[in-house]
């Protein structure tokens, strides 16, 4: 396992207990993308590692990631990993795998695959969205403007 992706889990188990996104982000490159499949869902092919983090953490009640395999080569490190936790006060379970791509000792790209059934849906706000759909939204609507907020 590379160092990176030990300070990877490091900082997620960080912002998992405690809410603090900050250790994870500084593992990101300037230029840095993630991507995943709610990103996918919602027409768009990455986003910001710094917005992507805290809405992560802000969609759930509790979460907690549990490692099942790492291994590293050649500047990728692929994680398979199952989370559980809850949303809105519903029980979940789900499993994927990331890729971190690594370029000069930071993340170049986080690519993260798993199946958005696995989860239950969020609750829905008052103009009927969820919560992650609306995030999702207005991270598609500032990456049309030609940045982020």
Known sequence: MSQLA?????????LEDSGDADAIVALFGANATVSNPLLSEHGQTEGDPSKFWRD???SF???????KAVVSQDG???LEWVSEGTLDGKSFRYGGVSVLDEKDGKIAAF???FDPRQLP???????????????QQELAEQRAE???A
């Open 61 to 67: 009640d509790k979460i907690t990631s549990e490692f």
């Open 111 to 113: 690519r993260t695959y």
């Open 6 to 14: 030990e300070e990877f889990i490091r900082a997620l188990k960080r």
């Open 121 to 135: 849906p969020a609750q829905k706000t008052t103009d009927g969205r969820s919560e992650l759909d609306r995030a």
């Open 56 to 58: 992560y953490r802000g």
């Open 76 to 78: 990728a490190s692929f």
């Open 146 to 148: 030609g940045g982020y």
